[in-house]
């Protein structure tokens, strides 16, 4: 079997309130040892957290940039000239595409949230497509956060 490492780099971009501060945190998104020969899809999900300084509720929405594809519907993590397609999602079911609202791609939003005390988590999940020919390496890609309060 192929070792193949998928990482992911999240930046996060946040306006700023007077009223509020909130901020995103994840850990890298990481999908582990893809096989190129497997015939499943490989999956993963990650936990976005989202917490602010005051307690009062308030709407909220997550988006994310395309990452180093420039295409929303064609991701790909990239080791040097290869590439390899990948996808993140909104949904367990692998259906709505996470972007930034352009057709086609989906938003988290979130109405009257309290994430003061305790934070608010949303779920990314991501599926690499199987049966993928490539070599091994570590493949990454850069997705931007965008959360919009």
């Given at each position: 079997?192929?070792?193949?490492?998928?990482?992911?780099?999240?930046?996060?971009?946040?306006?700023?309130?007077?009223?509020?501060?909130?901020?995103?945190?994840?850990?890298?998104?990481?999908?582990?040892?893809?096989?190129?020969?497997?015939?499943?899809?490989?999956t993963?999900?990650?936990?976005?957290?989202?917490?602010?300084?005051?307690?009062?509720?308030?709407?909220?929405?997550?988006?994310?940039?395309?990452?180093?594809?420039?295409?929303?519907?064609?991701?790909?993590?990239?080791?040097?000239?290869?590439?390899?397609?990948?996808?993140?999602?909104?949904?367990?079911?692998?259906?709505?595409i996470?972007?930034?609202?352009?057709?086609?791609?989906?938003?988290?939003?979130?109405?009257?949230?309290?994430?003061?005390?305790?934070?608010c988590?949303?779920?990314?999940?991501?599926?690499?497509?199987?049966?993928?020919?490539?070599?091994?390496?570590?493949?990454?890609?850069?997705?931007?956060?965008?959360?919009?309060?």
């Amino acid at each position: 079997m192929q070792r193949i490492s998928l990482i992911f780099y999240l930046i996060f971009l946040l306006p700023q309130w007077v009223f509020a501060s909130c901020t995103i945190t994840t850990p890298s998104f990481n999908f582990g040892d893809y096989d190129p020969q497997g015939a499943t899809p490989t999956t993963g999900a990650g936990t976005l957290t989202t917490s602010c300084t005051n307690n009062a509720r308030m709407d909220y929405t997550i988006s994310s940039s395309a990452g180093n594809s420039g295409s929303y519907v064609n991701r790909y993590v990239a080791h040097g000239a290869n590439h390899l397609p990948y996808n993140l999602y909104v949904d367990p079911a692998y259906l709505s595409i996470w972007g930034n609202g352009s057709p086609g791609t989906n938003i988290i939003i979130r109405r009257r949230q309290k994430c003061g005390k305790v934070s608010c988590t949303d779920i990314i999940y991501g599926r690499i497509p199987a049966l993928q020919s490539v070599p091994p390496g570590q493949y990454t890609d850069m997705i931007t956060i965008f959360l919009q309060y």
